[in-house]
């Protein structure tokens, strides 16, 4: 079997709380509706694969990585995780996968990290030996060395992120949940980790799960993509191909030294759309499906001698919030802005 995980036509759905004007009576009154979190779902992810699993708030991410992870039950559908149905199979299920979630810390607050990792090696059932070669692999590979026996309460986030992830990898999972693993973090440390977790996979195969609203997790660890909004998927492929589906213009700017072919240059500007020029300086607007951005260079460099060229195109966070608002505004058309 290739697939690491299979989710097949998962539903779920939540009771939705609400008195129905009753008053007190109302709290008590059985509630028949519900919110569907989770409208036939159906993906699956591949051995060794990294997965970007993202939607806006609401959208039934959260669901999906509970159910994935055998916290919660669905109403209907299936799913197997490395062959197990994790609501079914918890006991044993569980020393196959690792769990990061930021609301759910592996750590004690009181402790450092490094006394508390032994007591994974008990509930894992590690041998000694292995299980000290693994976390001083991990302690080393994480560069955990100066505060790894360092109070939990007086790590920065990024520490105790890198310690977090430190315990979920001692009993070397086969598939690793991690939910927003640089949300907080500075540039370098977010650079760190993303070059942490990318090592664990391509070395020791580790499936990767990724939740995240950053956009640059996505795009420098990603294999494949899945976007989700209101519990339904909208989008299931590689992140270039989404951007390609969606990118529809991009920006030149240049400073024009010298024009060597006025006419060329003339039906250049006549093909794009001016947003700035003071001077020498351009800015300019081109439709891709009418012209690559490696053809707009060509034709600048053929007519004119530039400098400070800078070909700009729209960030994969900035193509999905567009997306996300278009969406929104198809579900509800007839909802006007506030005053």
Not at 126 to 149: G, M, S, T, W
Not at 184 to 200: H, P, T, V, Y
Not at 239 to 257: C, G
Not at 307 to 324: A, D, H, N, V
């Amino acid at each position: 079997m290739t697939e690491s995980i299979i989710v097949e036509k998962l539903n779920k759905s939540f009771p939705i709380k609400s008195t129905n004007g009753k008053g007190l009576f109302g709290i008590f009154a059985k509630n028949k509706q519900r919110f569907q979190a989770l409208k036939e779902v159906s993906f699956s992810v591949k051995h060794g694969e990294i997965l970007g699993y993202i939607g806006p708030n609401g959208a039934g991410k959260s669901t999906t990585i509970k159910t994935l992870t055998g916290i919660l039950t669905p109403d209907s559908g299936k799913v197997s995780v490395e062959g197990f149905t994790p609501w079914l199979d918890r006991m044993e299920f569980t020393k196959h996968i690792g769990v990061v979630f930021g609301q759910r810390s592996l750590l004690w607050w009181d402790l450092p990290p490094k006394d508390i990792f032994p007591l994974y090696k008990e509930i894992y059932e590690i041998p000694k030996e292995q299980f000290e070669n693994r976390v001083n692999y991990l302690v080393e590979k994480f560069e955990a060395q100066d505060f790894v026996n360092t109070p939990t309460r007086k790590l920065s986030l990024g520490q105790r992120m890198r310690c977090e992830i430190i315990a979920a990898l001692i009993h070397k999972p086969k598939v690793l949940f991690l939910d927003e693993p640089t949300i907080g973090l500075d540039a370098i440390a977010k650079e760190k980790m993303r070059s942490f977790i990318q090592e664990i996979n391509q070395k020791e195969k580790t499936t990767v799960v990724l939740t995240t609203h950053d956009m640059n997790d996505i795009e420098a660890l990603a294999d494949k993509i899945i976007v989700l909004d209101q519990g339904s998927i909208i989008f299931e492929g590689k992140p270039e191909t989404f951007k390609k589906m969606h990118v529809k213009e991009a920006v030149m700017s240049f400073e024009v030294l010298e024009v060597k072919e006025s006419n060329e240059f003339i039906s250049l500007l006549a093909e794009t759309k001016q947003v700035v020029q003071e001077g020498n300086y351009y800015e300019v607007s081109f439709n891709l499906d009418k012209m690559t951005a490696q053809q707009a260079a060509s034709r600048l460099f053929a007519c004119c001698n530039t400098s400070s060229f800078q070909i700009t195109e729209p960030t994969l966070e900035e193509i999905i919030k567009e997306f996300y608002e278009r969406s929104q505004k198809l579900q509800n058309p007839s909802r006007k802005p506030k005053a």
